[in-house]
């Protein structure tokens, strides 16, 4: 039987007992003797086996999370009850996948593995520590351990992946939830959860440098010659690797992979999305400078692509301006100029011109939760930079805070909108649920 292994993806490694007698008499496996008792089946779906050990994992793994394992029989049936409905569930929702001819990549599962095997390798400080801790869950190697993490995660992704399908194809839809029901789910769950953090929402103008008339030359001449190089003949890539500004793509030869409409600024964005494969563009101006852009392949919806970037240089006058910008920005911010004109003649579209959803303040870069200490809402802050890393060079960020609150302890109204989906979604699955069960074989066994 798997036992604590499969308990301590997401918490510290723990040895997990397993099922009580009172409890193994529930599933009518008290034991007799010393020999440990053969596995039985608890339930059937369609063709597919229920057996007694999968229980038992999950009462192993409410044990270890913490949860209180019923003392009296009526409760301890009452919980096997739910732990097997879940089970039974998890395998309708699989065979109907594999009946929608839903398909789960192996790509897709060998990233969650590798990812969950990470996390679970990491609670160990030493290889033997894992490994016997392997051993004491019933698994031989670490590859029997990874095969099974596999197959979880296959099944898993199955079933989330029938869930987007039958939303989309309208199959479920959420049920209604009442206020009363969202107030009793809080009530029974309050105690749960933590305080919630201070948060902030702002819209923001962010002015950046603007290059001379000489230096944007310059940055022209530049890309132009490269270009004229390319046309004779040169290597697209390696001239990317030796000349390109881009520091996110230079060492990969200016490789942008695969790409959808609205990934980039909209000046790229349409001439990327218009050339034919082999094409490359004169120098195309950006926020970001000047680009030379060559596609490679074209498939559905998306396009393979590389660029070169040539950035016209900037000078500490030009920082100069652009702070100078930036003050007269917050001056008419503050004189009642509308923040649309302002965003509109002003702004770097490279940024973020709002943080519209309730923020961590602690999440914020150092910056701007310095500059919004001791503020309220509506106030407009004075000026401050932040560091552009690719350029070496600051941007300067004239900030309104829309709201803010401290951290305090959750409201039913903090979390109103989230309980009611949740619940929604709930009831909308169960009656899926519901229904496969009337149209499948069932059998309960205990």
């Not at 594999?98 to 599962?109: A, P, S, Y």
Request: aromatic letters at 6%.
């Amino acid at each position: 039987m798997r036992k604590s292994l499969l308990f301590t993806v997401a918490a510290a490694a723990v040895t997990v007992t397993v099922l009580t007698a009172p409890l193994r008499a529930q599933l009518g496996t008290a034991d007799k003797s010393d020999t440990p008792p053969v596995d039985g089946i608890v339930a059937v779906v369609g063709t597919t086996a229920i057996l007694r050990s999968e229980v038992e994992e999950r009462v192993a793994q409410a044990r270890a999370s913490g949860q209180k394992m019923p003392a009296d029989s009526a409760s301890q049936q009452a919980m096997i009850k739910t732990i097997l409905d879940a089970i039974i569930d998890e395998e309708l929702l699989v065979q109907k996948a594999k009946d929608q001819k839903i398909e789960v990549t192996d790509n897709d599962v060998n990233a969650d593995v590798d990812k969950r095997m990470q996390t679970i390798r990491s609670r160990f400080t030493t290889e033997k520590e894992f490994r016997d801790e392997l051993k004491k869950s019933g698994f031989g190697t670490i590859d029997e351990f990874r095969r099974w993490l596999a197959d979880q995660s296959r099944r898993s992704q199955m079933q989330q992946k029938l869930f987007e399908k039958l939303r989309t194809d309208g199959k479920i839809a959420p049920a209604s939830v009442s206020p009363a029901e969202v107030d009793e789910f809080f009530a029974k769950n309050s105690a749960q959860l933590q305080k919630l953090p201070a948060t902030v929402t702002l819209r923001q103008i962010v002015i950046s440098p603007k290059p001379s008339p000489k230096q944007d030359t310059a940055a022209v001449a530049k890309a132009e010659s490269l270009y004229v190089e390319i046309q004779k003949g040169g290597d697209f890539e390696q001239i990317a690797k030796r000349e390109s500004m881009d520091p996110s793509t230079k060492e990969l030869g200016g490789d942008l992979g695969w790409r959808r409409r609205g990934d980039f600024v909209p000046e790229f964005d349409r001439v990327f999305f218009a050339l034919r494969p082999g094409v490359v563009t004169p120098p195309v101006k950006t926020v970001f400078g000047y680009h030379l852009i060559k596609v490679d392949r074209v498939q559905p919806a998306e396009v393979k692509g590389r660029h070169i970037l040539i950035r016209p240089a900037i000078d500490s006058a030009d920082v100069q301006a652009a702070h100078a910008e930036a003050l007269d920005v917050a001056k008419q911010w503050r004189a009642g100029v509308s923040f649309d004109t302002l965003r509109t003649k002003h702004h770097d579209p490279s940024e973020e011109s709002s943080i519209p959803q309730p923020f961590p303040q602690a999440q914020l870069p150092a910056e701007y939760q310095t500059a919004i200490a001791g503020h309220k809402a509506n106030d407009i802050l004075d000026p401050f930079l932040i560091e552009d890393k690719a350029r070496g060079t600051p941007k300067f960020f004239v900030v309104q805070i829309t709201s803010i609150a401290a951290e305090h302890e959750p409201t039913v109204a903090d979390w109103r909108e989230k309980i009611r989906d949740q619940l929604a979604q709930e009831k909308a699955i169960r009656r899926y649920l519901d229904g496969l069960r009337k149209e499948s074989y069932v059998s309960i066994r205990i």
